[in-house]
């Protein structure tokens, strides 16, 4: 991971010269939870100017870090990121408490997040997601795959939603996903257990075989549809 992060920076640094302020890294590449088949590099890369020209500059290397398997990095000016602050409360809160500079001088610390609109954000994702949640298993094939699959690709985004929730409500701090899932469930008396399997295979502590996809699926669905209901209900 770290070769490749290198090369990214060294990379975006040949092409965007001067243009480039700061490249930052946050998310599961920080906390330690990383995981190589499932987990992202998530990279903002902070720019003067961020026009067609200076956009198309820097495809190359986002091609490349692409076609490496990683996702597209976000670019932003420094106006824009301080503008969009009233907007993208989760994602700027979670850079600011979990991030690492690859480049450039540690900008985050002065980031103002509002309590009140992070806490509406929360809201809106959470329910967003758990609509999503109810339209996917609606259309998936009835297939133990797909139903799978539908588990190993939201419980991330659930995972960071119910800890942004706890942060919302002035609950204690959480860091892992794990931890996140058990104090919901602590909060709200759902079940956590096919969270807790789906986390379990995707760090590869429990193999596909051993969990019984149908039932885990059911649990699954009522987790997020309890938690969503009862935690959008104490912070209204």
């Keep these: ?32 939870e990383f995981v190589a088949e499932h987990s992202d590099l998530n990279i903002v890369c902070i720019v003067e100017q961020a026009g067609a020209q200076e956009i198309e500059q820097l495809h190359p290397v986002a091609e490349w870090w692409v076609g490496e398997g990683n996702s597209a990095p976000i670019i932003f000016t420094m106006e824009e990121l301080r503008s969009s602050a009233d907007v993208f409360t989760i994602e700027l809160l979670d850079m600011k408490q979990r991030h690492r500079m690859l480049w450039g001088q540690d900008f985050l610390g002065s980031f103002e997040v ?43 985004a659930f995972c960071a939603l119910f800890r942004h929730a706890l942060i919302a409500l002035g609950r204690p701090t959480v860091t892992s996903k794990r931890e996140a899932v058990n104090a919901v469930a602590s909060l709200t008396g759902a079940n956590p257990a096919a969270f807790l399997s789906i986390l379990d295979l995707r760090e ?27 935690v959008c209900a104490k912070m209204a």
């Design 114 to 156: 509002s309590p009140q609109l992070h806490r509406l954000q929360v809201e809106r994702e959470l329910r967003t997601a758990w609509l999503r949640l109810r339209q996917t298993v609606l259309l998936a094939p009835a297939k133990q795959k797909a139903r799978l699959g539908i588990m190993l690709a939201s419980v991330s």
């Design 1 to 32: 991971m770290e070769t490749r992060l290198n090369q990214f920076v060294e990379r975006i640094k040949a092409v965007a010269g001067s243009n480039l302020n700061a490249v930052v890294l946050y998310g599961s590449a920080v906390t330690g």
């Design 204 to 230: 590869g502590k429990r193999k596909e075989k051993e969990i019984a996809v149908d039932a885990a699926l059911q649990t699954y669905f009522e987790f997020v549809e309890v938690v969503t209901n009862q």
